[in-house]
């Protein structure tokens, strides 16, 4: 097994674990997944797990929920995994909020 250094977190950027469900009839960003890199956020998208295609619509989902701007959306651990980690870089106040609301499912529609 090769052993793969992480790069040590930003301090001032947020990491996201997300769990990803490709193929999905709609796009969807909600619910939690304990996974490999702790509770995770489950991200459904219509993509196919295809030539990087749903990690792209995933960034691109995380964005919209978080309301950042998707260049703001990093993929840091995970390319070819159903378990990534997305790093938000400069996250306002009520980023980690909105993250943890859409997680644990307290966010309003």
């Known amino acids: 097994m090769v052993k793969r250094r992480v790069p040590p977190p930003d301090?001032?950027?947020l990491s996201v674990p997300v769990r990803v469900r490709p193929g999905a009839g709609r796009d969807r960003v909600g619910g939690r997944y304990e996974g490999p890199h702790g509770p995770a956020l489950i991200i459904a998208v219509g993509a196919p797990a295809v030539d990087g295609k749903a990690t792209e619509a995933v960034r691109r989902a995380l964005a919209g929920a978080l309301g950042v701007?998707?260049?703001a959306v990093a993929l840091r651990l995970g390319a070819t995994s159903r378990d990534k980690v997305f790093t938000v870089a400069a996250p306002t106040?009520?980023?980690a909020g909105r993250l943890t609301a859409?997680?644990?499912g307290t966010a309003t529609p």
Do not use: C, H
Request: charged content about 35%; aromatic content about 0%.
């Open 11 to 13: 301090e001032t950027a």
């Open 69 to 71: 701007r998707p260049a």
């Open 93 to 95: 106040a009520g980023v």
């Open 102 to 104: 859409l997680r644990d």
